[in-house]
T-cell receptor, first 115, second 111 residues
Framework: AQSVTQLGSHVSVSEGALVLLRCNYS??????LFWYVQYPNQGLQLLLK??????LVKGINGFEAEFKKSETSFHLTKPSAHMSDAAEYFC?????????????FGQGTELSVKP | SQTIHQWPATLVQPVGSPLSLECTVE??????LYWYRQAAGRGLQLLFY??????ISSEVPQNLSASRPQDRQFILSSKKLLLSDSGFYLC??????????FGSGTRLTVV
C-alpha cells in the first residue's frame, strides 16, 4: 500500500532563508506525488504535482520539488521564504483504483517564518 | 470553471445530536467525490469516496455515513455525534487522476 512520511511536524525558518520540507514515499508502482498547502481554517490548495514527467516540478508561489526515485523522496523547496509562506504543508501519494485515485496524505509539516 | 461548495463553515453540536454536512460541485459531471477529516494536529484521514450516484466506499468504520443522492452532491451524516467526531471536515473532487480540488472545509465542534 502507498504511504508518505513527512519528516518534521514543525519547521521554522527566517524570512529570506531556504525552505526545505521533507517527504518520503512508499509505493509499489511508479507514484503520482503531490504537495498541498493549507492556511488556517481553509481547504487545501495544490502547490505542485509529479506525474511521471520531469523529475523537477515547479509549482505556485515559487515552490518546487524534485522526485528522486533512488531515495524515494519528493522534498519541497523554496529558495527564499516569505512571511506569507507560513502554513501547513502536506505531501500526498496517489493510490489508484480503476475509476480514479485516492490521495494518501502525510501527517503534515507546519512551517513558521520568522521576521 | 469547476467550483466546489461546502457548508456550513463552522458548526457546534451537542453530543448525541444528528449531523448533516453538504458538499456540491459545479461545472463538471460525474466527479469522484471524497470526504476527509482532519483532527487537531493530525493529518488527513479519508472517510468516504464515491464514484457515482448511490456508490459509497467507506475507508474507516465509524460513527459517520455518507450518501450521494445526486451526481454532484455528497452528504456526510451522523445519527448521534460523539465527542471524537470533532474536527475539520473537507470535501474534495477529482475528474479522474492527478490530484484533488478541495472545498473550504467545515469546522465541527461536538460539545
Amino acid at each position: 500500500a502507498q504511504s508518505v512520511t513527512q519528516l518534521g511536524s514543525h519547521v521554522s525558518v527566517s524570512e529570506g532563508a531556504l525552505v526545505l520540507l521533507r517527504c518520503n514515499y512508499s509505493s509499489s508502482v511508479p507514484p503520482y506525488l503531490f504537495w498541498y498547502v493549507q492556511y488556517p481554517n481553509q481547504g487545501l490548495q495544490l502547490l505542485l504535482k509529479y506525474t511521471s514527467a520531469a523529475t523537477l516540478v515547479k509549482g505556485i508561489n515559487g515552490f518546487e520539488a524534485e522526485f528522486k526515485k533512488s531515495e524515494t523522496s519528493f522534498h519541497l523547496t523554496k529558495p527564499s521564504a516569505h512571511m506569507s509562506d507560513a502554513a501547513e504543508y502536506f505531501c500526498a501519494v496517489s493510490d489508484l483504483y480503476n475509476q480514479g485515485e485516492k490521495l494518501i496524505f502525510g501527517q503534515g509539516t507546519e512551517l513558521s517564518v520568522k521576521p | 470553471s469547476q467550483t466546489i461548495h461546502q457548508w456550513p463553515a463552522t458548526l457546534v453540536q451537542p453530543v448525541g445530536s444528528p449531523l448533516s454536512l453538504e458538499c456540491t460541485v459545479e461545472g463538471t459531471s460525474n466527479p469522484n467525490l471524497y470526504w476527509y477529516r482532519q483532527a487537531a494536529g493530525r493529518g488527513l484521514q479519508l472517510l468516504f469516496y464515491s464514484v457515482g450516484i448511490g456508490q459509497i466506499s467507506s475507508e474507516v468504520p465509524q460513527n459517520l455515513s455518507a450518501s450521494r443522492p445526486q451526481d454532484r452532491q455528497f452528504i456526510l451524516s451522523s445519527k448521534k455525534l460523539l465527542l471524537s467526531d470533532s474536527g475539520f471536515y473537507l470535501c474534495a473532487w477529482t475528474g479522474g487522476y492527478y490530484g484533488y480540488t478541495f472545498g473550504s472545509g467545515t469546522r465541527l465542534t461536538v460539545v
